[in-house]
């Protein structure tokens, strides 16, 4: 069985301080895991993966996350936020079920507020 | 790039109506995903496809049902609507040996 904890439902940062959003995941095998973004009225985007390549990841608009096996986590960071960055954020985990991927469980996100 | 393309966008229904979704994956994606996103709630996977048979079923109720046809494209029915089933609903699909799921922008159902 495979879950994601995200640690705090909402997150609130100064304009240009770093940004540090928690996914600690449960998985029975490697696992694939995925940031996505979520703006107002909007759809899922894909900000950065893990896919066994390398354990930093880096992603679009400066983000970049860790993947941390001896602690189950895949934290998401940038360096300095900006206005543009407040939305909601999900950290989701998937396998490799051969022919394809499985289904994508996901945390129950974080609500990233971003003050001027 | 061509995105995962769900239509429509908006639908508003009455209770105990039906109503069907489209999503046209990514070309050459042969996988399909359903999720459906309560307001203010993580999305919850309901049904996916892989070649055209369905290969994964999560809390997806018996009044829907879905279906992935020849050309990939998919849909997502629901009968006899209930309230609780306002929410949007999204589409996601991924290419078989690939390592990415891409989503739509997804369907908003209203059921008044």
């Known amino acids: 069985a495979q879950s994601v904890t995200q640690l705090g439902s909402h997150v609130s940062v100064s304009e240009g301080t770093p940004v540090l959003l928690r996914c600690n995941y449960s998985?029975?095998?490697?696992?694939?895991l995925f940031w996505y973004v979520q703006y107002p009225n909007q759809g899922l985007q894909l900000l950065l993966k893990y896919t066994s390549a390398a354990t930093l990841v880096k992603g679009i608009n400066g983000f970049e996350a860790e993947f941390k096996k001896s602690e189950t986590s895949f934290h998401l960071t940038k360096p300095s936020a900006h206005m543009s960055d407040a939305a909601e954020y999900f950290c989701a985990v998937s396998e490799d079920r051969g022919s394809t991927l499985g289904r994508l469980y996901f945390g129950r996100g974080t609500q990233l507020t971003v003050w001027p | 790039a061509a995105g995962v393309i769900q239509s429509p966008r908006h639908l508003i229904k009455e209770k105990r109506e039906t109503a069907t979704l489209k999503c046209y994956p990514i070309p050459r994606h042969d996988t399909v995903y359903w999720y459906q996103q309560g307001p203010g709630q993580d999305p919850q996977f309901l049904i996916s496809f892989y070649e055209k048979m369905q290969s994964d079923k999560g809390s997806i109720p018996d009044r829907f049902s879905a279906q992935q046809f020849s050309d990939y494209h998919s849909e997502l029915n629901m009968s006899s609507l209930e309230l609780g089933d306002s929410a949007l609903y999204f589409c996601?699909?991924?290419?078989?040996?690939?390592?990415?799921?891409?989503f739509g922008e997804g369907s908003w159902l209203t059921v008044v």
């Open positions: 998985s029975s095998v490697p696992p694939y």
């Open positions: 996601a699909s991924s290419l078989s040996g690939g390592n990415t799921i891409y």
